[in-house]
């Protein structure tokens, strides 16, 4: 595609509530990031992605996060049983390999309530 | 935990002053990058730095990377309304890993 697209834009959940955000990077990107971005803050780190193995899962808080690549190409961030401290945007990045520039998506707001 | 403080967290300027955003490490890093975003949208990649003392321009903006690769600034000439926006610079602590990034400067460029 012609850019990194995420869905669904925004997202409320009631909290103890399931989700599932998607992210769908350019055509031929290998590696694949995950952010978490507080409101005025800088994105903080959840996952990479290289094809399809996750080869750092450092950044995510808890077991509740999860992420899944499973065919190298689409990516899906599974939040379980969310908290109002999930609340946040969640931006997913790709880029042809690692040391090369990365393109963000808009991201996902998450709202918990 | 972000391992890279930027300062100052809020910068309010009138269209045609100058302004530097400083970005502050205790870690060395292979590379920096500095990157804009505006709201609802993802940032978007500034310039990339890799050397030591190296110093880049784009247009108006003048970026900066220490020479102990710990910190990096980024200076506008003459902000325009444009400008306004999150700054955020970037870290990769060695090749082969990904980037962290720091805290954020919000500027808003007053007409």
């Known amino acids: 595609g012609a850019g990194v697209s995420q869905s669904p834009r925004y997202k409320v959940a009631k909290r103890g509530q399931d989700v599932a955000l998607r992210c769908d990077p350019i055509?031929?990107?290998?590696?694949l990031f995950w952010y978490q971005q507080a409101l005025g803050q800088g994105p903080e780190f959840l996952t990479y992605f290289q094809n399809e193995a996750q080869l750092d899962k450092s950044g995510l808080p808890s077991d509740r996060f999860f992420a899944e690549r499973p065919e190298g190409s689409v990516s899906t961030l599974k939040i379980q049983r969310t908290q109002q401290e999930d609340s946040a945007v969640y931006l997913c990045?790709?880029?042809?390999?690692?040391?090369?520039?990365?393109?963000f998506g808009q991201g996902t707001r998450l709202t918990v309530v | 935990t972000q391992l890279l403080e930027q300062s100052p967290q809020f910068l309010s300027i009138q269209e045609g002053e100058n302004l530097t955003v400083y970005c502050n490490s205790s870690s060395v890093f292979s590379s920096l990058q500095w990157y804009r975003q505006e709201p609802g949208e993802g940032p978007v990649l500034l310039v990339t730095v890799v050397t030591g003392g190296e110093v880049k321009k784009l247009k108006r903006l003048t970026f900066q990377f220490g020479d102990a690769r710990k910190d990096s600034s980024l200076h506008i000439t003459a902000a325009q309304p444009g400008d306004t926006g999150l700054y955020l610079c970037a870290g990769q602590p060695s090749r082969g890993n990904q980037f962290y990034f720091g805290t954020g400067t919000s500027l808003t460029v007053i007409p």
């Open positions: 055509s031929g990107h290998v590696s």
């Open positions: 990045a790709s880029s042809f390999v690692l040391d090369t520039e990365a393109f």
